[in-house]
């Protein structure tokens, strides 16, 4: 079902920000599809991580449903050393530049993932039950926190927090697109960029307050921030609608939903991520 001349009301229930097991959400997407259409959710957007190719496949299923998706992905990015997330909406599954971005990334943490693989077998890790654990992607890896998996299942870590440094010793580092690159190659593509979560504070992640944003969209042209996201505070929501307003920029609005009970999609209205929607194609009533 496509998006453009799309009309939703004001209240219309949408949730811009979702992943499946094309990257590390728990649900395939057609289990995801079902519970929106269940749910009776108006519009989405499923953005998995550094995947593109499989955006058109996810839109098809969901359109025979009856339910809109948005085209929309979740690059991994970094900007003068700063980690960032960058939501990616409106371009053309078929044809645009973000794809040879994504794959790769994709590609190189996939090297890097079978590297580290393979500095632990060296340093005498066995994995007997890989296939096992490994089942969710046909018992191969995918994704580098798959080594943490086997690390856990193999009872070499006790969570995922020592999973993650011993694949940090092991030579495990973290792959991400040139921010600038990425947003030229969506822009070129007709997309918008909009920084993901910059209100998220757990390790790891980049703290996005006023004043970085301004440097950073001193040096590239972002076009809005996701405003609502289940990890900021109400402090941070109201700092980020009123940076918002005060510079004229989009905002989303996203559960991040990864489909365990933690993480479930979650109904935004419409009205919130207007001037997005709006930009995309979609009408939202007065």
Known sequence: ??????????????????????????????????YLVEEKFDLVAVTDHDRVDKVAEIR??????????????EITCKW??????????????????VQ????????????????????????????????????????????PSDNITLLIEHGYAPDRMTGLRMIEQAGFVSIMA????????????NA?????????????????????????R????LDGIEVYHPYHSPEAVAMYEEYVRKHNLLQ???SDSHSHPARMPRKHRAEVSRRLLERLGVTINS
């Open 218 to 221: 001193a040096e590239i042209p």
């Open 60 to 73: 098809e299923l969901a359109a025979s449903k009856g339910l809109p998706v948005l085209p929309g992905v």
């Open 178 to 189: 040139d921010m600038a690159e990425a947003v030229e190659a969506a822009h070129k593509s």
């Open 100 to 143: 040879e971005v994504t794959e790769k990334v994709a590609r190189m943490q996939l090297e890097n993932t079978h590297q580290v693989h393979d500095a632990l077998v060296s340093k005498g890790y066995t994995f007997p039950r890989e296939t096992e654990a490994l089942a969710e992607h046909g018992g191969k890896l995918f994704r």
């Open 192 to 216: 918008v960029c909009l920084i993901a979560h910059p209100g998220r504070k757990e390790s790891g992640f980049t703290f996005y307050d006023t004043e970085l944003l301004d440097r950073l």
């Open 1 to 34: 079902m496509a998006t453009q001349n799309l009309v939703l009301s004001p209240g219309a229930a949408v949730d811009l920000h979702m992943h499946t097991t094309y990257s590390d959400g728990r649900w395939p997407a057609e289990q995801l599809i079902n």
């Open 80 to 97: 003068n050393g700063y980690m960032a997330h960058m939501l990616c909406y409106g371009f053309d599954p078929a044809q645009n530049a």
């Open 252 to 254: 989303s609005t996203g």
